[in-house]
């Protein structure tokens, strides 16, 4: 796997903070936080770390492109949308902004790209890394409280334990709540990582 060690955490952070508002740049700063915090207590290699925290501060690089710009870029790059991206054309900024980063900056690194273009809706499987990110995106300190406890409490259950799976599980569940709640379409494939992820707990219990 080649590994981008000429794109700097700084570089990344000057390339994100001239797409985005202030707003969202103190989110991505957030999300980079938790990263960092989630690497360190998963013992990850400086390799590892380096590839969280540059996922972190590229994944809503593209999230305040326009709706129609977003579906545009999608196929021009050959992307197969299904209907509820084509209606709903921000879930594509984690894809959009994984292929854009790639001609951009030249990243090459899978891991930081994977970890990209899930972070909206994960993936079955997911890396480690990859899953890292999808819940540093959720737990950054600019969202509630009231959401962001329960899946701390389901990610880190004691001093200790850093449980993945069921952090993710927790995530996947609030966000389809959240969908139901405000009446939204739900993406199939949020089912399907909440359904693999409800495996993984459900085989590490018995
Ligand atoms: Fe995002
Ligand atoms: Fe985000």
């Known amino acids: 796997m080649t590994f981008s060690p000429s794109l700097s955490l700084d570089d990344a952070r000057q390339y994100t903070r001239g797409r985005v508002s202030k707003k969202r740049m103190a989110h991505i700063e957030g999300v980079v936080d938790v990263g960092d915090r989630l690497s360190k207590r998963l013992a990850l290699s400086a390799e590892d770390r380096q590839r969280v925290l540059l996922a972190c501060m590229l994944h809503d690089s593209c999230k305040e492109y326009k709706e129609k710009d977003l579906i545009a870029m999608a196929l021009e790059s050959g992307m ?58 959720c737990l950054d300190e600019t969202r509630p409280v009231d959401y962001t406890k329960p899946i701390w409490a389901a990610l880190c259950p004691d001093g200790e334990t850093t449980d993945l799976p069921n952090g993710m599980l927790k995530a996947l569940d609030s966000s389809l709540e959240h969908v139901i709640a405000t009446r939204r379409s739900i993406h199939p494939k949020t089912v399907d990582v909440r359904n693999y992820f409800l495996g993984i707990v459900k085989a590490a219990i018995t």
């Open 80 to 137: 197969a949308l299904s209907p509820i991206e084509l209606e709903n054309g921000h879930l594509l900024h984690g894809p959009v902004a994984a292929h854009v980063i790639q001609k951009d900056l030249g990243v090459t690194d899978q891991e930081i790209v994977s970890a990209i273009a899930e972070h909206t809706l994960g993936n079955v499987p997911m890396t480690l890394i990859s899953q890292i990110v999808f819940l540093a995106d």
